[in-house]
């Protein structure tokens, strides 16, 4: 299993939006929150193979229009 910790910048206004429908549409989202400071979200990730995980971000995330940047952090173990 692999973990991932997806930080997120939003257009302003827009994060509570962006983490709702993340939550309705990954299945694979662990935790999911708006939060304050450098970036606007945080959404934490397991999928079974890094390739899935890399179409969760690619086809699903970044493809939100408001969603203006990421950076994605991958656990060592868990």
Do not use: C, W
């Not at 991932?4 to 257009?11: D, M, P, Q, R, V």
């Amino acid at each position: 299993m692999v973990r991932a910790y997806i930080f997120i910048n939003t257009k302003p206004g827009t994060s509570e939006d962006v983490v709702k429908r993340i939550k309705s549409t990954v299945k694979e989202v662990v935790q999911a929150d708006s939060i304050y400071g450098r970036f606007d979200a945080i959404v934490i990730i397991e999928a079974p193979r890094l390739e899935d995980l890399n179409e969760i971000l690619y086809k699903v995330i970044e493809r939100d229009p408001n969603i203006t940047h990421t950076e994605t952090s991958l656990a060592l173990s868990g």
